[in-house]
Each structure stands twice: as C-alpha cells, then as structure tokens.
DNA sequence: ACCTGAACACCGTTCAAGT
DNA sequence: ACCTGAACACCGTTCAAGT
C-alpha cells in the first residue's frame, strides 16, 4: 500500500532510522503489527520498499548545469548524476542510513541505473568501463550518504583541545578539521573525475580494464 | 575489560553484527548482561570500543609497496594508507558495519589520523589540503568498508535475465555487472589519486580549498 | 563493596481466535 | 475471507535483593 510507505517515509523523516519499527508503523497507521505483515513480508521487505521510494524522487530534475560548464559532457553527466542522488538521499538521511541494511535492487533502483548506465554510454564510455564507472560512482554517493546524521556531529572539540605533543599534525590541522560530511562528498567526487578525464585521456600505466593490480 | 572486548570482536567475526547484543555477549562470557554495564556504559559504549579495538591492528604493517614504484612518494602514501585500513577493516566486515552507529573516535582511531596527517604533511601537503585529503580519503575507505558483508551479495542473476526492451543500457553490460565491492573500492581510490595528481600539478579552475562551487 | 536475577519497556514475527 | 489481540522469543537497560 502506497499510504503505508508514505507513513513509513514521514516516520523516518520526522524521527530518524531508529523509529521505523513495525509497532510504531502501526500505530501511525492506527493499525496493528500483524496487519502490516499482510502487505509486507517482513521488516526488511517494508525497509527495501522504503528506500525505493526515495529512489523515485531521483527520477525528477536531472538538475541540469548545475556547475561551471568549462568541461566536458560525459564529466557534467557523472557530476550530475553523482549529486543528484546524493541531494535526494540527503533530503532522507534515516532512510539513507537503511541502505546498509538493503542494498537497493528495487524497480526504481533499476530505473536509475538504467537510466545512469544509458547516459554514460551515450557519453562514449566503453562498455566495461561505463560499468565500473556507474557502479563506483554509485557506490561512493551510497557509502557517504549512509554516513549522513540528522544529529550534526560535534566533533568540533574533539581537535579543539587535542594534546599538542601527543597529535601535533592533527593540533597543526585543528583549525581545518572536522571537514564537514558534504564538503568531502564534493571535494572527493571531483578527483573522481578529474582522475577520470586522465585515464580517458590516455589510459596510462594502470589500463581501464584493470586499475589494480591488487 | 580487555577480555571482553576481545570476546566481542570474536562473535562479531564469527556471527555476524547481529549477533553482538548484551545478552549473547554476556552468554559468551558466562556472566549476566547487568555485569557487562560496570565495564561499559551502554551497548553503544561498548560498540565504539569494539571499533576502536580494530583500529588499533592499524598500528601494525604499514603495508609498504603494494603496488607500481613509478609515482610520487605522496600518492604511494596515500594508496597506502587507504588500502590498510580498507584491508584491516575487510578483515572485521562484522565490526565495519558497526561504523554507521558510532564515527571513530576512539583512542586508536585518533592515533590512526594522527600518524596519517603527519605522513600527508611529510609529503608536501599543505595544512588545509592535508586535512581535507584524510577527511575524505578516510571517509571514502569508511563509506566502502561498511558495505562489505559476510554473505557475497548475489545480484549476479539480477542482471542475467533482465529486459532487454526495458533496460537496454543495463542489458548491455550484463556481462560486466555487477563490479564487486573491491573492485570499485579500487578503482575509485585510483581515480582520486590521479585526481589528486592534477590538483597538485597545476590547481586549475577549482582551487584546492574551494573545490566545490556549490 | 560487589554482583546478578528478575523485571521493565521495547522489538520482529506468528497464529489462534474473532468478525 | 479478512483482520487482529495476544503470545513468543528476543532486545537494551535498570535495580532491588542477595553475597
């Protein structure tokens, strides 16, 4: 039912990731537990659909230009598509935080990738290397908007009054730490690209199909 | 209690994240879950300790030459760096998942950015951009490590039997997808080291404390 | 002073009993 | 046929009662 999911997302939105439990669902929905099970098959089900709801919402505003337009296409499409799905999981963070729970194979997940992968093609990236592209991307915007908090994290004066002989680096580096959540989102999905245009460039010592020798 | 913790780490790795609550720990150590709470404060507390307990193997082996000589002394810090941690936290995919309820912020975890800032500084840095080179090279090898799961994800059949009407991007590259976690890890770490490459190379459009317009 | 059984307030899930 | 109160097996946390 689309009225439970909507409820689902609203609990999450307004009380984090820890108040979506199947009683409290319940209750919003002046319902019971056991009712619930008749439309989900379990908590992980409901969880799943939940974070394919969000990723409908990516499915609006491809955001367009969104930065300096010196560049080329196929780095404007992987810049776009990178913070567009991070500004829509940023607008959910309790739901962001579900993604370690239920990887997102939705319908919706597939349609993103679906339409990520087609843009990329179209920018002319092979097609092995359109693969490893998306799902690095992909990967990265996941891994750092489970990391979001609705709770802004105080770790300001965890470096304020650090022992300087124990830590002098981290003492030199205090006034520039902690570097917020979003800013290293940005400042690392840029070397992403940067690094990208290089190996598009000339392939170099590290060939596409193979980055590590590991 | 160092026995507890060790303890801890051992259900995490053998059962799994779910499988560390208060009950079935205090079960491993024949005692009651009300002794472990005069040694920890909360089931969180004694989560972050747990983490900060991995952090510390970080200490040992800093890994050397993984891989090709041919580049600068920072970039091979770096890759350095990153892979170990990425590795010792592979080695506690149980304990990584933890990550998403408490940052690290441990003793250990605080040891651990100290001796990697000192390394980025010894390397050239400059203060701010070592402190946002860690902050999201740190965040990256996190945002990574706590997708890593015990059971290896099967979406292989995801992709073998899709819609090729439907999902014409996604159907050609079938055969590529999905990239395994480590591979992305990889790849994406390369590229930001390129990326960083640039950035040092000639700081460009974006300058490196204001990489992002947005 | 130190420890802990038992309780409290939760949780996901199931099923017999109601309509 | 559909719904759900109440139960089961858990969970984190606390505290009175024991030693």
Known sequence: MDRILAVALQLLDEHGAEALTMRRLAEALSSGTATLYRHFASREDLVAQVVDQVFAEMRDEPSGELLGGGELRWQNACRDMAHHMFVVLGRHPGAARLLIDV???GPNAMNQRERSLAILLASGFEPRMAARTYATLARYVLGF???LTSAPGEEQ????GLDA???PATHALASALPVSLEEEFFFGLELMLKGLGALRARPGPSPPDDPSPL
């Open 165 to 167: 002989a124990r830590f």
């Open 157 to 160: 004066h965890l470096f304020a």
């Open 145 to 147: 908007a489970m990391q």
């Open 103 to 105: 990887p997102p194979t």
